[in-house]
Each structure stands twice: as C-alpha cells, then as structure tokens.
C-alpha cells in the first residue's frame, strides 16, 4: 500500500469519526448566540429588523448599492431584501434613487438618519466581532475565514443549468434522481 492510499484511508476513517451533524448544530448555535446583541441591543431601540439591521449596516459599509447586490452579499433571497429596503426607505433611513447609467437599477444609500443609526449601532457590530475573535489567535482567525469562505462558496456553487448544487443535493428526493448529482 502506497502512503499515499494510506494516508487517504486515514483521512476517510478520521472523517467518518466526526460527527457532522454536532458540528452543523453548533454552527447554527454560533449563528444564533451571534444574533443576541442586536435583539437585546438593538432591535427595540432602534425599532428594526434584523433584515433592515443588516441591510442598512451593509449600505454603510458600501456606500451606495443595488438590492441585488446586498442579496447576493447577504445570502438571503431578493423578497428579503426588498421587505427591508421599502421599510428602511418609508422611515426615511435610506433613499432609494434610480440610476442615471441603468434605469433599471435603482441605487440606494443612507439618508442622514440613516447615517446617524449606522454610526450609533456600528460599535455593537464591532464589539461583537472584537469578543468573538478574542478568542482565537491571529492564525487561527485567517483560518477560521478561509473555512467560511470555502464553505460558502459550496453553498453558493451552481451547476452547468444554473441551479444551485446545494439545493438540488439535498433535496428530499436528491438520492432516486442522478441527474442532480
């Protein structure tokens, strides 16, 4: 037996010893625990949604943006984003502004309340992020964002028809239909 064989036969024993199922649990509990500040925090105070929230901070963040492009960042469906950009917009938080270069687009940014709410809750969202990575070293961060990306982008990947691989293998039915493998 070649080390190489070995060495891929260690790999499949080691993985069928991890329990992915815990590990998926306790990303969705990460997720969870994460999502604690904002409604202790901020969500009352501030009278706004966890859609709205991450919408609006993410148009801080960029400046100017189209409701596509903050789904497709977020990683939540366009209807989400609509929901919470018309709610941002009807309390004056941003505008919602048509684009000279592509009628079809419409451009959105801050309003001055919105800027003042960006600025007010900006310092939860970083303290938040400061507590959680306290906990890790420098190394140990970039690893941990290389993981997210690379699982991300499995999730996100598509297949020769457009359709997300994702959603397709794990259909109900995925294991009776090889074409979706």
Do not use: C
Not at 56 to 72: N, W
């Amino acid at each position: 037996m070649s080390i190489q064989q070995d060495t891929s036969q260690d790999r499949s024993s080691l993985l069928e010893s991890i329990d992915r199922t815990q590990i998926l649990q306790n990303l969705l509990k990460l997720n969870n625990r994460l999502l604690a500040p904002f409604s202790t925090h901020l969500e009352k105070r501030h009278k706004i949604s966890l859609n709205e929230f991450r919408v609006l901070m993410l148009i801080g963040d960029l400046g100017t943006t189209a409701s596509h492009e903050l789904a497709e960042r977020l990683g939540v469906n366009t209807m989400a984003v609509s929901r919470a950009v018309g709610s941002l917009n009807r309390h004056g938080r941003i505008s919602v502004d048509v684009d000279p270069m592509s009628r079809r687009r419409k451009v959105l940014r801050l309003t001055e309340e919105g800027r003042r709410l960006y600025a007010e809750m900006t310092p939860t969202t970083d303290g938040v992020s400061a507590y959680l990575f306290e906990a890790l070293r420098a190394d140990e961060v970039l690893a941990f964002n290389h993981y997210v990306q690379t699982l991300t982008a499995r999730l996100e990947a598509r297949d020769e028809k457009g359709r997300s691989i994702f959603l397709e293998r794990t259909r109900p039915d995925a294991g009776s239909d090889d074409s979706a493998a």
